[in-house]
């Protein structure tokens, strides 16, 4: 997490390692070197300072992407495993894109009708083309490969981008061929470094410090796979 000396603040998935000693440095530097990087704990510190700096201002809370599916969705393609989509859809095919795929277990309760196959992110421009709707995660902020995905999806293809990373104003990802992304403010500091400290998971820290938000692309008019109100 990387807190402005107005409170503003802004968070980013973790790698392992050491990350760098930051305090003190203009939060524009920090987040303009972490966008120039290739070291995953500079990009981490570079995007949570970004969405400290650039939070979007209109959102709609409590918009939830996952629940936005249609669960009649034949094929879905996630980069990372977001097991609420398995268990949103009534039957039909996933595709999982992860760093190392055969590190994955999937869930051992994963409903009867649903078939998933684990790729590697090399397989992205084959099988991406081939789902009506693909979540990306926002950590691919920190690790890289978010610009392979996307040149990989179709047109016409509905794009997903959901995590804390992601929680800057998403202009430029829309620009970029995104549809949705879901983000999160940090609504405590003092709590959310706490439950930080003590280990929890991105998944962990929603109402106990993070607040979920969505930002739909204005310009978009038909979303294939997903059911908005």
């Known amino acids: ?16 390692g050491t990350i760098p000693e930051v305090a003190g440095e203009s939060a524009r530097a ?3 070197r972490g966008i120039e990087s290739t070291d995953p704990r ?18 709609r809370p409590g918009l939830d992407p996952f629940r936005s599916l249609d669960p009649a969705t034949e094929r879905v393609a996630m980069v990372g495993l977001f097991a ?5 859809l009534d039957a ?4 999982v894109f992860e760093r190392d795929p055969d590190a994955m277990d999937l ?4 409903p009867a009708d649903i078939d998933v196959a684990m790729h ?6 084959e099988v991406v083309p081939e789902s009506e709707v693909l ?3 926002g950590s691919t902020l920190v690790y890289g490969g978010l610009g392979n995905y996307l040149d990989a999806a179709r047109p016409d293809q509905t794009v997903v981008i959901v995590g804390a990373s992601a929680s800057f104003t998403p202009d430029p990802l829309f620009e970029a061929g995104v549809d949705l992304v879901g983000g999160a403010s940090v609504a405590d500091i003092d709590r959310l470094h706490t439950e930080i400290e003590a280990g929890r998971s991105e998944a962990q820290l929603h109402d106990v410090g993070l607040h979920k938000w969505a930002v739909l692309d204005p310009e978009a008019t038909d979303l294939p796979g997903l059911q908005l109100e």
């Not at 997490?1 to 392992?16: K, N, S």
Request: charged share 25%.
């Open 1 to 16: 997490m990387v807190v402005l000396e107005d409170d503003r603040a802004g968070v980013a998935m973790l790698p392992e």
């Open 92 to 95: 039909g095919h996933v595709d």
């Open 42 to 59: 500079e990009r981490a510190l570079g995007v949570a300072a970004l969405n400290a700096l650039d939070a979007p201002a209109d959102v």
């Open 30 to 32: 920090v987040a303009k």
């Open 135 to 137: 979540f990306v995660t």
């Open 120 to 125: 590697a992110p090399e397989s992205a421009s």
């Open 84 to 88: 609420p989509v398995l268990y949103h």
């Open 107 to 110: 869930p051992e309760d994963l």
